[in-house]
């Protein structure tokens, strides 16, 4: 059965209006694609399973990333995390590849199918030209999955990007977020978007959150405490857990200005309730798509589009990249189904009734969307 997202609970007034999907997609050009593993259930076995797992890719645009880059930006909230290929994005400020996000042991392995994924794409690699780098994101899912089995392989990750599409993007307890915890509750994707208006420009920020952090009496809804008064029936969450954060957009910004954004999405994860603990591994990927940058060029200079004034753009671009962070982690909270995982462990949906009748229990019933 489906679950509602955020949107339909009305949880939040946002300052700015979403997107028509409400996620990373409305970012025209952007593809999601997801493989999801699930399979076994009882005793661990290591190596072998229960697997609750997967992998999910994003790719800026359906062309060949790499002949045809992206301007792109990385930031580190905290860097208790395995994440590969962010040290070039931030020297070189480019995206040349699909970026993937898993699990925490199998970074090595998806970067593994990326490289060949881009070496089928483009044989020249590594010898008539440089060779290409490769961004995978992560976080632990060892409390439900398998995490020595490595089970998302070469196939999985070329199966969701040939599934990538730009249509609404799957969320909840799949892909890589199939084995994720959130607050202590059922974590995974999530997605969000916010369009700014035509006086603003008219731009697009889509966020995708791979959502896998937070203590249970941290867990902020619309502002209302939620965790100090609802606890999970599992009394043993993670006291840290990491997220990625992936933000896409439109508009024509530089790398500085992409990693402006990137630190702004710290707001949108603090207004979840998230202190962003001492083992979080908390980083933030953002991409524009506003022009394609070719691997080599022809010509040593060219004109391109860029803002005239920063200060009136990126003033609307930060919260609508606060707003969409946040509401894409709800959305990974809302859209999770229960999950049993190995040695019967048992992630629990969000329980929506419980949910809404604290909201309303905090926020006058004569206030808009409450």
Known sequence: MKR???????????????????????????RVGHTTLVDGEGPLRPGEGPVRTGVTVILPHGGNLFREKVRAAAYTINGFGKATGLEQVRELGEIEAPIALTNT?????????????????????????????????????????????????????????????????????????????????????????????????????????????????????????????LQPPSADAPADGSIVIVLATDAPLTSRQLRRLCVRAAAGLARTGSTIGNGSGDFVLAFSTAWRIPHQAGDLTRPQTVLSNEYRVLNRLFPAVVESVEEAILNALLQAQTTVGRDGHVRHALPLDKVLALVRQYRPPTEEGA
């Not at 946002?14 to 997609?25: K, W």
Request: hydrophobic fraction near 40%; proline fraction near 6%; aromatic fraction near 4%.
């Open 105 to 229: 042991l199998n970074v090595g392995l998806v970067a593994d199918a990326l490289v060949q994924h881009a070496v089928r794409q483009s044989p020249e690699i590594g010898i008539r030209t440089g060779t290409v780098n490769v961004v995978v994101g992560e976080t632990n899912d060892g409390y439900l999955n398998d995490l020595q089995g490595r089970h998302v392989r070469a196939e999985h990750v070329w199966a969701a990007i040939e599934a990538a599409s730009d249509g609404p993007a799957a969320e909840g307890a799949v892909g890589a977020g199939t084995g994720c915890t959130c607050f202590g509750w059922k974590g995974g994707i999530g997605s969000a978007s916010r369009v700014l208006p035509a006086e603003w420009g008219g731009f697009t920020v889509g966020a995708l959150v791979q959502a896998n952090f937070g203590r249970p009496c941290e867990l902020t809804i619309a502002g209302v405490p939620v965790g100090r008064n």
């Open 4 to 30: 509602p997202r955020a949107q339909e609970l009305n949880l939040g007034i946002p300052e700015l209006p979403r997107g028509p999907l409400n996620a990373i997609t409305d970012v025209a050009g952007v």
